[in-house]
């Protein structure tokens, strides 16, 4: 049952990332990281991503250590730090693979509806300014339920972006980064709820921006849709399954 209950969830993620990956390249050719970098973003540069794999949280707990010791990391069944370059930019932050890439991963996300934390080994830092102390060495932190033994190579410091729906953690190479990206999103995040009340005549907006969030807008509603009609599908899935096993009557032509 397990193995069945889990083919749902690995569907909605393949059918989702494709439907995306083929729907973002075709606004306007305008949402690569060299269009946005060009734009004069608020922050910019290179992050590592906790990347934790689908089904992690369903493997039962005593096999998890087993995967964590002997599983080869080419086979990603365990949570792993993936490069990643964000941009903030007018009211959104972007995430590319690269500084290569010709479009975004997945949906931008708005800034009004995000924060940002600092961790550190002892606690979560809500402040947004400078550090008061060196952090000791890393000692191993949970992050959303997943515990991380050590930081990636020559990273220190690692930061939060949650919205309502999830949280993403990323790895930087000193806690000064950290800060900067946690105050760039806090201070991103007070101009863009300024600008959507309309109270931002002293807020600096570029001309440029003003194009790029009506593209992110585009964007983020079409990637709501594709995310709704996917749960849609497989929400018909599995009632045509369940209705395929009642009483030995088959559901074929029932949703047609």
């Given at each position: 049952?397990?193995?069945?209950?889990?083919?749902?969830?690995?569907?909605?993620?393949?059918?989702?990332?494709?439907?995306?990956?083929d729907?973002?390249?075709?606004?306007?050719?305008?949402?690569?990281?060299?269009?946005?970098?060009?734009?004069?973003?608020?922050?910019?540069?290179?992050?590592?991503?906790?990347?934790?794999?689908?089904?992690?949280?369903?493997?039962?707990?005593?096999?998890?250590?087993?995967?964590?010791?002997?599983?080869?990391?080419?086979?990603?069944?365990?949570?792993?730090?993936?490069?990643?370059?964000?941009v903030?930019?007018?009211?959104?932050?972007?995430?590319?693979?690269?500084?290569?890439?010709?479009?975004?991963?997945?949906?931008?996300?708005?800034?009004?509806?995000?924060?940002?934390?600092i961790?550190?080994?002892q606690?979560?830092?809500?402040?947004?300014g400078?550090?008061?102390?060196?952090s000791?060495?890393?000692?191993?932190?949970?992050?959303?339920?997943?515990f991380?033994?050590?930081?990636?190579?020559?990273?220190?410091?690692?930061?939060?972006?949650?919205?309502?729906?999830?949280?993403?953690?990323?790895?930087v190479?000193?806690?000064?980064?950290a800060?900067?990206?946690?105050?760039?999103?806090?201070?991103?995040?007070q101009?863009?709820?300024?600008?959507?009340?309309?109270?931002?005549?002293?807020?600096?907006?570029?001309?440029?921006?003003?194009?790029?969030?009506?593209?992110?807008?585009?964007?983020?509603?079409q990637?709501?849709?594709?995310?709704?009609?996917?749960?849609?599908?497989?929400?018909?899935?599995?009632?045509?399954?369940?209705?395929?096993?009642?009483?030995?009557?088959?559901?074929?032509?029932y949703?047609?």
């Amino acid at each position: 049952m397990a193995v069945r209950q889990s083919k749902p969830q690995a569907y909605k993620f393949v059918t989702y990332e494709r439907e995306m990956n083929d729907f973002i390249p075709s606004i306007d050719g305008d949402l690569s990281f060299a269009s946005l970098e060009k734009a004069s973003p608020s922050q910019q540069g290179k992050v590592l991503k906790l990347h934790v794999p689908l089904f992690y949280n369903l493997i039962p707990s005593f096999l998890l250590g087993i995967l964590v010791r002997y599983c080869p990391s080419s086979l990603n069944v365990t949570p792993s730090w993936k490069e990643r370059n964000l941009v903030i930019l007018g009211n959104y932050i972007y995430r590319f693979y690269n500084e290569l890439s010709k479009s975004i991963k997945g949906s931008p996300t708005s800034l009004d509806g995000i924060d940002a934390q600092i961790f550190t080994n002892q606690q979560t830092t809500t402040t947004g300014g400078t550090t008061a102390s060196p952090s000791p060495p890393f000692q191993g932190a949970d992050f959303g339920g997943v515990f991380v033994k050590e930081l990636p190579p020559f990273c220190n410091a690692v930061f939060s972006i949650k919205s309502i729906d999830k949280t993403r953690y990323y790895a930087v190479e000193t806690e000064d980064e950290a800060v900067t990206w946690v105050n760039s999103i806090r201070q991103g995040r007070q101009e863009c709820i300024k600008r959507k009340m309309g109270h931002a005549e002293h807020v600096p907006y570029p001309k440029s921006w003003e194009h790029y969030d009506r593209v992110g807008d585009q964007a983020a509603k079409q990637h709501k849709r594709i995310k709704e009609s996917v749960a849609r599908h497989e929400t018909r899935d599995t009632e045509m399954s369940i209705a395929s096993l009642g009483d030995g009557v088959s559901a074929r032509g029932y949703y047609s």
